[in-house]
C-alpha cells in the first residue's frame, strides 16, 4: 500500500525514492535525478579505475603464462621475442598507471568535498537507509518519510521540498545514527 502524501493527503502519485529513479515509464527530470541519488560512498575506488586494475591483472597472468611456457613467439629476433615475452607485462604497467591515477583523481575529488557529509562508510550507510525510505509525490514535488521512522529520534516527516532533498536526508541520517555510535576519527 502506498503512503499518503503529506502536502496532497493523495496516495495517487507518491513513490518510493529509489523506484522513481529506476522508473523507465516515467523518468524523472535530470536536475531531480541529481537531487534524489544518494551519493557515492566515499573514499570507494572508482568503476573505472577497478577494470583499469582488472585489465592489468589479466595482462599479467598472460604475460607471465607466455613467459613461463617459454615460447619465442616463433621469431628468432631477439627484440621481437623479448617484446612478445614482456609485452604484455608493459602493457599491463601501464594500465596499473592508468588505473592508479584514475583511483588519486577520484580520492581527491572526493576529498574537495570533505567539508560535506558522509565521509566515512559507517556514515554513508545511515544515510543509505534513511535514503530507502523516503518517498516522493510527483505532484507536489515533495519528499517525505512515512510512518515507519529510521530511527528511534526520528519523526515520520513533514514534506519537504525537492530542493533540499540531501541537505533533509543528511541531517536526519546524522541524528538517527548518533546514538550509541561514537564519532569516527576519520
Ligand atoms: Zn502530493
Known amino acids: 500500500m502506498r503512503p499518503a502524501c503529506p502536502t496532497c493527503a493523495a496516495p495517487d502519485e507518491t513513490v518510493a525514492v529509489r523506484k522513481a529513479l ?6 524523472l527530470d535530470p536536475p531531480t535525478r541529481e537531487l534524489l541519488s544518494l551519493p557515492p560512498a566515499p573514499g570507494g ?20 603464462h607466455t613467459l613461463l611456457s ?24 601501464v594500465l596499473l598507471g592508468i588505473g592508479l591515477a584514475v583511483h588519486s583523481d577520484h580520492r581527491s575529488r572526493r576529498s574537495a568535498t570533505a567539508d560535506q557529509w558522509p565521509q566515512t562508510h559507517e556514515q554513508w550507510q545511515q544515510l543509505q537507509q534513511v535514503w530507502r525510505e523516503t518517498w516522493l509525490c510527483r505532484r507536489c514535488r515533495v519528499a517525505f518519510l512515512p510512518a515507519a521512522p529510521p530511527g528511534p529520534d526520528v519523526a515520520a ?3 519537504v521540498p525537492l530542493a533540499q532533498f540531501p541537505q533533509w ?9 548518533r546514538p550509541g555510535t561514537p564519532a569516527a576519527s576519520d
Open 22 to 27: 529506476l522508473d523507465a515509464d516515467r523518468p
Open 45 to 64: 575506488t572508482s568503476g573505472a579505475a577497478i577494470t583499469f586494475f582488472i585489465l592489468a591483472g589479466l595482462l599479467a597472468l598472460l604475460g607471465l
Open 70 to 93: 617459454g615460447d619465442g613467439g616463433g621469431s628468432s629476433d631477439p627484440a621481437y621475442r623479448i617484446g612478445y615475452r614482456y609485452g604484455a607485462f608493459l602493457v599491463a604497467a
Open 157 to 159: 516527516s513533514p514534506a
Open 169 to 177: 536526508t543528511a541531517t536526519l541520517a546524522r541524528r538517527a545514527g
